[in-house]
């Protein structure tokens, strides 16, 4: 598979170089979105797809799944002790390109967080993900959501750095139903999700983004209001599908 990558990896290696693993908050929007529609289990399989720093991962160790991973992150070598530390069950976690590796075996989920919107070939990512998982599995998969007018005007605004590291055709559930039901999944849930939230990954400076800045900080409670499963203000888009 080519190579379409919108970043160079040694951008990831470097931002990664130094990051503490830690797993995500108790209200977490992805965390709980993850538990309310995947099924707790015993004795199961799970790999996640770019997988540091396993911030995610976690929540499926919750749900009884042994984890497993692959990255081309040289830290992803870490990753089995610290998960095995916090008493999860786990199996191999791979330093090596997903898109060179061949679909030796299948789990029964398979999930990627915020992994295939740096790439332009993603449609043939969900492919390549959804050949991994058994029949009867589960595949997961979530972007953020820099799609939706709002969250694309704030960051082209205030987040134009980390907004050109991110694909966002591929920010599209929809397409991904699409896909997968061509693909002979049967799609539980695929939406944007979460009330409106707001980050940024960018240094900012200029007169002009400090006012957007603090008018985004006035209207934050009335936004956060206006309810969930808004395409322009929900942060994250996800996908839920069972192989059949």
Not at 70 to 98: C, I, Q, Y
Request: with cysteine; glycine share 8%.
């Amino acid at each position: 598979m080519k190579n379409t990558a919108v970043v160079d990896q040694s951008y990831w290696d470097n931002a990664y170089s130094h990051l503490a693993f830690a797993a995500v908050p108790a209200d977490d929007t992805l965390r709980l979105w993850l538990l309310n529609n995947v099924v707790q289990v015993h004795d199961k399989s799970c790999i996640e797809i770019g997988c540091f720093p396993g911030r995610y991962i976690t929540v499926l160790g919750e749900l009884g799944y042994t984890l497993n991973g692959v990255d081309l992150t040289p830290r992803v070598a870490e990753m089995k002790g610290w998960l095995a530390s916090k008493g999860f069950n786990t199996g191999t976690f791979d330093h090596a390109d997903f898109l060179k590796m061949e679909v030796a075996q299948q789990y029964d989920l398979v999930c990627s967080f915020g992994f295939i919107e740096h790439f332009t070939n993603w449609r043939e990512l969900i492919q390549k993900q959804s050949a991994m998982v058994k029949s009867g599995g589960t595949l997961v998969i979530e972007t953020p959501n820099f799609r939706g007018w709002m969250q694309q005007f704030l960051h082209k605004s205030l987040d134009a750095e980390n907004f050109e590291r991110h694909y966002i055709d591929a920010m599209q559930p929809d397409e991904w139903k699409s896909i997968l039901e061509g693909l002979g999944f049967e799609v539980k849930v695929s939406e944007y999700f979460g009330k409106f939230e707001f980050w940024t990954d960018s240094k900012n400076s200029g007169m002009a983004k400090r006012i957007l800045a603090k008018a985004l900080r006035t209207v934050y409670p009335l936004l956060r209001s206006a309810g969930q499963g808004s395409k322009a203000l929900s942060p994250y888009a996800g996908i839920i599908a069972v192989k059949k």
